[in-house]
């Protein structure tokens, strides 16, 4: 069984002067969150999806998942204090409802709308001759290395450097146990999904990603989506 894990518990502190979290604003009257939700529902390899989430908006995301015909959602978890206590928080319901070591879990963020079936399928067929799976991006500018941001103190191999992105695939039990077996303040520190997968000796395949799977961040890349949309009828 797959689950995918959406983590929707962001305040988007970047977004200003919109009140309200930037998952949940509509676009063409519809929340971000459900263009997620709804490439994760078409895929053939998702069976349960687990959206982890701020306790006040439950009945919303309830509510508008029964309106765009989300079918697949296990439950709405209350998300933690950091994006890596939010994924736990959404690995132990998972575990609860598995019974299979082999089951794999995908995890995702609600302001990535534009993933495709095909970059999540990707992922989730690589896990078993692998731990773990991510999409990255090469980087196309020089990167430089400084110890005191005023000069430079090395030079960086831009060939083996890259950007992760979203989702990131797991077989479930291993990822679980390593977040299990992390105390809570490492956790905590932990800043991407497959950073603790690579800390606890998980090994992570990397596949190529989509540039178009960007992330809503800024109002700048939220008027970028709007024209997708309008310009895709998407």
């Excluded at 689950?3 to 309200?20: C, Q």
């Excluded at 895929?43 to 998942?65: G, L, M, T």
Aim: proline residues 3%; contains cysteine; hydrophobic residues 35%.
């Amino acid at each position: 069984m797959n689950y995918a894990i959406i983590l929707s518990g962001g305040i988007g502190s970047r977004m200003n002067k919109i009140d309200i979290p930037k998952q949940y604003i509509k676009v063409q009257g519809k929340p971000l969150i459900m263009y997620t939700l709804e490439q994760f529902e078409k895929s053939k390899e998702i069976d349960n999806i687990v959206v982890v989430a701020s306790n006040e908006w439950k009945q919303y995301i309830k509510d508008e998942c029964r309106e765009h015909g989300i079918s697949k959602i296990l439950d709405i978890v209350i998300n933690g204090r950091t994006r890596q206590e939010s994924i736990y928080n959404g690995l132990k319901k998972c575990i609860q409802s598995s019974s299979n070591i082999e089951d794999k879990v995908i995890i995702h963020d609600a302001v990535r709308p534009m993933v495709t079936v095909e970059l999540i399928e990707k992922c989730l067929n690589n896990i078993g001759e692998y731990d773990g799976c991510m999409p990255v991006l090469p980087l196309n500018d020089t990167i430089y290395y400084s110890d005191n941001g005023e000069e430079i103190t090395n030079l960086m191999d831009r060939s083996k450097l890259y950007a992760g992105q979203a989702p990131e695939a797991f077989n479930l039990y291993k990822y679980y146990a390593i977040n299990e077996n992390t105390s809570k303040e490492e956790l905590n520190k932990i800043r991407g999904t497959s950073e603790l997968a690579y800390k606890k000796g998980l090994n992570v395949k990397l596949i190529a990603g989509e540039d178009t799977n960007f992330k809503i961040t800024t109002r700048a890349d939220l008027t970028r989506f709007e024209m997708i949309v309008k310009e895709n009828g998407i």
